[in-house]
């Protein structure tokens, strides 16, 4: 029935509640957005007017309030022939006791126009529900293909119908900058532009020979913030420092470490190009920061820091002198010291650094929020030493990679990372303390769009693993996987009246395959080692 399940879900007697024209919604001030999101997601449908207002008759209303005694982000439920009664925690509560009460509804309740010979029946049942984790995440990376401002915000209203809340936007990186920056006006005049993309994930693949780029001005992203805030969802940008900054380089090439022009990266895979670390490029990316801790009101701010290559740095003489004038030892150290000087400043606006588990290589504030990546060990590690940590381990959560051992996935990249294995995702690794499992508040997916050049084909690669990673992240108790493929074959009823392109169990449909595209399919046997030299630093 419910996707993601919930605590606990028990049938009562009667005949249920049957919304219709005499329905109305009751709501205290404090839940009134949500019960105008409500009403607004029902009329489409059903088209009943659904008026917002006073219970004169409880047996025709649908009732929200808040009881600050239940925990947060939790709600109860109650539906049957005298009315409907959601209770929450707080109003993120009420919110997610209306996701679950659309999902008691026939699917048709999805569809944007009335739909004729549906009985808007719920049926009479008490669900008591609370989130098992604070960070319930996705990544959407905007940066290797632009994602419409319009596909974002749809991407948003499917996080929230998966009662997932955190949205971390990956706005830079070598192929391009997506961001207006009004101070820097050539990151994305320039930065967000790229004359044509690689295809595919061969090493010698080729190229499309067509321009690709866009990007959200500052209306925009305001735009985006405050849709995803009516939704419970709080958008966690990520500027990545100081590697994966080739299209920043390409707009003002003072902040590269050659000086030369390059050109916004059109292939795939990790930039030699990373910036230098003079004041002056520090300064220029405070600059940067302060703009975007103006457009992003959440606590947690991403400088990403991951994959950052050393030989630039190590053969240049003015980054060595920088090192020696600094009394750092290594490039490492060089690198952490770049961090540093933003974590700082985001620190002294009252904000939270949020990186990738590189991070943990050098010395960073201990309220820093680490994404471990590269395996359960790096979150064991940061929750170790201290760190909030968010799991989103490379083998179980990125959506990038193919979905079965089939040829046929539209571009097959590493390991397969089929729909049973994410929902075999625990964010928890064993071998922690209480205390220290205490520090993992959540994971994420994180959908990488190398591959991915338009939000049907995001669809395709995170639909159905983001229901089984929604459902890992929100429900607690015993996972049975059987019990959550029935869920999901009503779930995608849902999805179908959305009309959002999942991949079907099958493997792709004719028009979602990739014919002639070469991939990079990685064996598990090879996995590990990969993954060793990964951590180790051998790679970069
Ligand atoms: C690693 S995860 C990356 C991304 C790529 C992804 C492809 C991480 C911090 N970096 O830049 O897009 O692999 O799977």
Request: charged share 25%; proline share 7%; with cysteine.
């Amino acid at each position: 029935m419910l996707l993601p399940r919930p605590a606990s879900v028990a049938r009562t007697g009667d005949d249920g509640f049957l919304v219709g024209e005499s329905t109305h919604i009751c709501a205290p001030a404090e839940v009134l957005p949500t019960a105008q999101h409500l009403q607004a997601t029902l009329r489409p449908a059903t088209g009943l007017p659904l008026p917002i207002g006073e219970a004169t008759d409880p047996t025709s209303s649908i009732a929200l309030s808040v009881d600050a005694d239940l925990p947060a982000a939790s709600y109860r439920l109650v539906s049957g022939a005298q009315g409907v009664s959601i209770t929450g925690g707080d109003p993120a509560g009420v919110f997610y006791g209306c996701q679950s009460l659309l999902q008691l509804l026939p699917a048709a309740v999805f569809r944007q126009a009335p739909v004729k010979d549906v009985r808007w029946s719920i049926p009479a049942v008490v669900v008591e529900d609370v989130p098992r984790f604070a960070w319930r995440g996705a990544l959407l990376d905007v940066a290797r293909h632009f994602i419409p401002k319009h596909d974002v915000l749809r991407f948003v209203d499917l996080m929230a119908m998966h009662k997932l809340n955190i949205l971390h936007l990956h706005l830079t990186d070598d192929q391009g900058w997506r961001l207006e920056i009004r101070r820097y006006p050539k990151l994305v005049s320039t930065g967000a532009w790229r004359s044509e993309s690689q295809l595919g994930a061969a090493p010698d693949s080729p190229s499309d020979g067509r321009p690709h780029g866009g990007f959200y001005t500052q209306d925009d992203m305001r735009e985006i913030v405050g849709y995803a805030a009516a939704r419970f969802v709080t958008v966690v940008p990520e500027v990545d420092v100081p590697g994966h900054s080739k299209a920043a380089i390409a707009a003002y090439p003072e902040l590269g470490v050659t000086g030369r022009q390059v050109e916004v990266s059109t292939h795939w895979g990790v930039e030699h190009d990373v910036l230098n670390t003079e004041d002056s490029t520090v300064q220029f990316y405070l600059d940067v920061f302060d703009e975007i801790m103006e457009l992003f009101p959440g606590p947690f701010i991403g400088v990403g820091g991951d994959e950052c290559p050393k030989d630039q740095w190590q053969a240049d003489p003015r980054t060595q002198q920088l090192m020696r004038e600094r009394g750092l030892d290594t490039e490492a150290e060089l690198e952490s010291w770049f961090i540093s000087r933003i974590g700082t400043h985001v620190r002294a606006l009252g904000r939270r650094l949020y990186g990738w588990d590189e991070l943990l290589d050098g010395p960073v504030p201990k309220d820093t929020l680490i994404g471990a990546w590269r395996g359960a060990a790096r979150a064991v590690e940061a929750a170790r030493k201290g760190f909030d940590v968010v799991s989103c381990p490379v083998d179980r959560v990125y959506l990038d990679f193919r979905q079965s051992e089939s040829p046929d996935e539209p571009v097959p990249v590493a390991i397969p990372l089929t729909l049973e294995r994410a929902y075999a995702f625990e964010p928890v690794p064993a071998g922690l303390t209480t205390d220290e499992a205490a520090h993992i508040i959540g994971g994420q997916a994180n959908i990488w769009t190398e591959h991915m050049d338009s939000a049907r084909v995001v669809h395709y690669f995170a639909f159905p693993r983001l229901c089984a990673i929604a459902e890992v992240l929100w429900s607690t108790g015993e996972r049975d996987y059987d019990d959550f493929s029935d869920r999901l074959r009503e779930h995608l009823r849902r999805l179908d009246a959305v009309g959002v392109e999942y991949r079907r169990e099958g493997g792709p449909l004719p028009w979602q395959l990739r014919p002639g595209v070469r991939g990079r399919p990685v064996a598990f046997a090879e996995w590990e080692a990969f993954i060793r030299d990964l951590v180790s630093g051998k790679l970069y």
